[in-house]
């Protein structure tokens, strides 16, 4: 809590611009259509809006709805964010992103644009969201953004306990060059049946099943609506920079209705103020809704306990409004209209049990079949068409059964991954390099692309960091890495400034064994090699 001094500014402000929207979303709050929201704000007042939240700083500000690209004027508002140095973005549903609007969207200075999938699986997500032919138009108009140059994230609400079905979507992304991926996860309503699959259980293996998935893939994808993800994270070894605390609401973020009030979050309808009446600023810094958001001290039952109350934090809007479904469908429009309900009392879809205010690691129990297979994987992989079922015959189980307990071993988060280390020296390819490319965001999947076009490169992954691009080159010799380097930095348009070369000067292997109840430690060292 900030006492006696003001709070930082938020970091990303949600706006919904409008209810107005072409879909028919099954479960939508507000019931957005065709008529736009009571006293919503005008051009020149969401102009204002702007000016107000100038004056907390720089704050990336997105323009939500209903569907934003309903309003008439919304690229005259995100072009006026945009001169006042504001990073603008955009929550959409897609479905009116043609050519003509993806340049618009461009030409407003919005960087990046968040469309709605829910599914690959086009019946589902047209059923979903109520209008056939909503995903067709949806998947049209990332291809638009791409090709217009705007960056794309894909949102996806989760519908199923199938992970699958989230797997699907973030293929069916990556095809269309999105490394972006926001994971809403749904609260169902204390009247029970809003969500019938989802349980608590379910709500906390999905989220360590997507976080498992996804830890090395190099695609970017934060659970969304589900701070619990910090906890699950960090029992399972996952860090990650660009993480934040896993509820923002208040403390980083706040939401603009649009009728101008102003909310801690889409779906927290706790009003805290109104644009017209009070600056943003004083709104942001003194209404008691923001204040005791900011103070984790004042978080009460199993959250105020918990050694996970300021990388987590519990959901607020969950403990606010328990008995009330809260989902994402167009960026989260919950009217901000119940002043009734607890801030700051525990997330009730929490699983965890808090014992004083240090995270205890879950405790892992490994039977005697475990262990034998974890030490045969580090003993030796064999390089055959079937290696776990060379390796159940050595250990006289069945290839299903050693591939069950791989599962299983992965999700309790023992193995992270099993993946060859290919000496690349044996192949011929004697030079190898490590290059960083420091390229704008929206140019990353083009320059990815074009990396990948390269057989000698191994590997590339986006960073957090000034230099955003990373990937390795084996090649037969410095020359060959040479040429690779200057052909990409040509095709992509790269300054001397802005490549780094790191030639690989010398290499160590390392071969680290683990000792197992009962069996013995055996020291292996290769030197450099
Ligand atoms: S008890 Fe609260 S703070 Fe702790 S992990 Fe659960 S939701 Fe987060
Ligand atoms: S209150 Fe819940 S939905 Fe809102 S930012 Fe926090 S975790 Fe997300």
């Given at each position: 809590?900030?006492?006696g001094?003001?709070?930082p500014?938020?970091?990303?402000?949600?706006?919904?611009v409008?209810?107005?929207c072409?879909?028919r979303?099954?479960?939508?709050?507000?019931?957005?259509?065709?008529?736009?929201?009571?006293?919503?704000?005008s051009?020149?007042e969401?102009?204002?809006?702007?000016?107000q939240?100038?004056?907390m700083?720089r704050?990336v500000?997105?323009?939500s709805?209903g569907?934003?690209?309903?309003?008439d004027d919304i690229f005259?508002i995100a072009?006026?964010?945009?001169d006042k140095?504001l990073?603008?973005?955009?929550?959409t549903?897609?479905v009116?992103i043609?050519?003509?609007?993806?340049r618009e969207?461009r030409n407003s200075g919005?960087?990046?644009?968040?469309?709605?999938i829910d599914?690959?699986?086009?019946?589902v997500h047209?059923a979903?969201?109520?209008?056939?032919?909503?995903?067709?138009?949806?998947?049209?108009?990332?291809?638009?953004?791409?090709d217009a140059?705007?960056?794309?994230?894909?949102n996806?609400?989760?519908l199923?306990?199938?992970l699958q079905?989230?797997?699907?979507v973030v293929?069916?992304?990556?095809?269309?060059?999105?490394?972006?991926?926001?994971?809403?996860f749904p609260?169902?309503?204390?009247?029970?049946?809003d969500?019938?699959?989802?349980?608590?259980?379910?709500?906390?293996?999905?989220i360590?099943d997507?976080?498992v998935?996804?830890?090395?893939s190099?695609?970017?994808?934060?659970?969304?609506?589900?701070?619990?993800?910090?906890?699950?994270?960090?029992a399972?070894?996952?860090?990650?920079?660009q993480?934040?605390?896993?509820?923002i609401?208040?403390i980083?973020?706040c939401?603009?209705?649009?009728?101008?009030?102003?909310t801690?979050?889409?779906?927290l309808?706790a009003?805290?103020?109104?644009?017209?009446e009070?600056?943003l600023?004083?709104?942001?810094?003194?209404?008691?809704?923001?204040?005791?958001?900011?103070?984790?001290?004042l978080?009460t039952?199993?959250?105020g306990e918990?050694g996970?109350?300021?990388?987590?934090?519990g959901?607020?809007?969950?403990?606010?409004?328990?008995?009330?479904?809260?989902t994402d469908l167009c960026g989260?429009i919950?009217?901000p209209?119940?002043?009734?309900?607890d801030?700051?009392?525990?997330?009730?879809?929490?699983?965890?049990?808090p014992?004083?205010?240090?995270?205890?690691?879950?405790?892992v129990s490994?039977?005697?079949a475990?262990?034998?297979?974890?030490?045969?994987?580090?003993?030796?992989?064999?390089?055959?068409?079937r290696?776990y079922a060379?390796?159940a015959a050595?250990?006289?189980?069945?290839e299903d059964e050693?591939i069950q307990?791989?599962n299983q071993l992965?999700?309790?988060g023992?193995?992270r991954?099993?993946?060859?280390?290919?000496e690349?020296r044996h192949?011929?390819?004697?030079?190898t390099t490590?290059?960083?490319?420091?390229?704008?965001d929206?140019?990353?999947?083009a320059?990815?692309?074009?990396?990948?076009?390269?057989?000698?490169?191994?590997?590339n992954?986006?960073?957090?960091?000034?230099y955003?691009?990373?990937?390795?080159i084996?090649?037969?010799?410095?020359r060959?890495?040479r040429?690779i380097?200057r052909e990409?930095?040509?095709?992509?348009?790269i300054?001397d400034?802005?490549?780094?070369?790191l030639?690989?000067?010398?290499?160590?292997k390392i071969?680290?064994?683990f000792?197992?109840?009962?069996r013995?430690?055996?020291?292996v060292?290769?030197?450099?090699?």
């Amino acid at each position: 809590m900030h006492k006696g001094s003001e709070a930082p500014g938020p970091h990303l402000i949600s706006w919904n611009v409008t209810l107005r929207c072409p879909l028919r979303c099954a479960h939508c709050y507000v019931d957005a259509g065709e008529c736009e929201a009571e006293q919503v704000l005008s051009t020149e007042e969401a102009f204002g809006v702007i000016d107000q939240i100038c004056e907390m700083g720089r704050p990336v500000v997105i323009l939500s709805g209903g569907e934003p690209l309903m309003r008439d004027d919304i690229f005259a508002i995100a072009r006026y964010g945009t001169d006042k140095g504001l990073r603008m973005a955009m929550g959409t549903s897609g479905v009116l992103i043609d050519e003509k609007a993806a340049r618009e969207i461009r030409n407003s200075g919005i960087r990046r644009v968040a469309i709605s999938i829910d599914s690959a699986d086009p019946a589902v997500h047209d059923a979903f969201r109520g209008v056939p032919g909503a995903w067709e138009l949806a998947v049209q108009g990332i291809r638009h953004c791409r090709d217009a140059g705007v960056g794309v994230q894909i949102n996806t609400t989760v519908l199923s306990p199938d992970l699958q079905a989230i797997r699907d979507v973030v293929s069916l992304g990556s095809g269309l060059g999105v490394t972006d991926y926001q994971i809403f996860f749904p609260v169902p309503t204390g009247r029970g049946n809003d969500v019938p699959w989802l349980t608590p259980q379910v709500y906390e293996d999905l989220i360590r099943d997507v976080l498992v998935t996804y830890r090395e893939s190099g695609v970017n994808i934060r659970p969304t609506c589900a701070p619990q993800f910090r906890r699950i994270a960090d029992a399972l070894g996952i860090h990650n920079p660009q993480w934040g605390r896993g509820c923002i609401a208040g403390i980083h973020y706040c939401r603009i209705f649009a009728n101008g009030d102003v909310t801690p979050c889409p779906y927290l309808p706790a009003r805290a103020g109104n644009v017209r009446e009070t600056p943003l600023k004083t709104i942001w810094q003194e209404s008691p809704v923001f204040t005791v958001l900011r103070d984790p001290s004042l978080l009460t039952g199993k959250c105020g306990e918990c050694g996970y109350r300021d990388a987590c934090g519990g959901c607020r809007a969950r403990s606010y409004n328990p008995d009330r479904a809260v989902t994402d469908l167009c960026g989260g429009i919950a009217r901000p209209d119940n002043p009734e309900g607890d801030l700051c009392g525990e997330d009730p879809w929490c699983r965890y049990e808090p014992a004083g205010n240090s995270p205890k690691p879950p405790s892992v129990s490994l039977d005697p079949a475990d262990l034998a297979l974890l030490d045969a994987l580090q003993d030796d992989i064999p390089l055959v068409s079937r290696p776990y079922a060379a390796i159940a015959a050595r250990l006289g189980i069945t290839e299903d059964e050693v591939i069950q307990k791989l599962n299983q071993l992965q999700e309790q988060g023992i193995v992270r991954n099993l993946s060859p280390v290919l000496e690349s020296r044996h192949a011929g390819l004697s030079a190898t390099t490590l290059v960083a490319l420091k390229i704008p965001d929206e140019k990353i999947p083009a320059v990815a692309r074009l990396i990948n076009g390269y057989p000698e490169v191994s590997h590339n992954y986006r960073r957090d960091h000034r230099y955003s691009l990373w990937f390795t080159i084996a090649g037969k010799d410095e020359r060959r890495i040479r040429e690779i380097v200057r052909e990409i930095q040509e095709q992509a348009g790269i300054s001397d400034g802005d490549i780094l070369e790191l030639a690989t000067v010398r290499r160590f292997k390392i071969d680290v064994r683990f000792s197992f109840p009962g069996r013995a430690t055996r020291e292996v060292e290769n030197g450099p090699g």
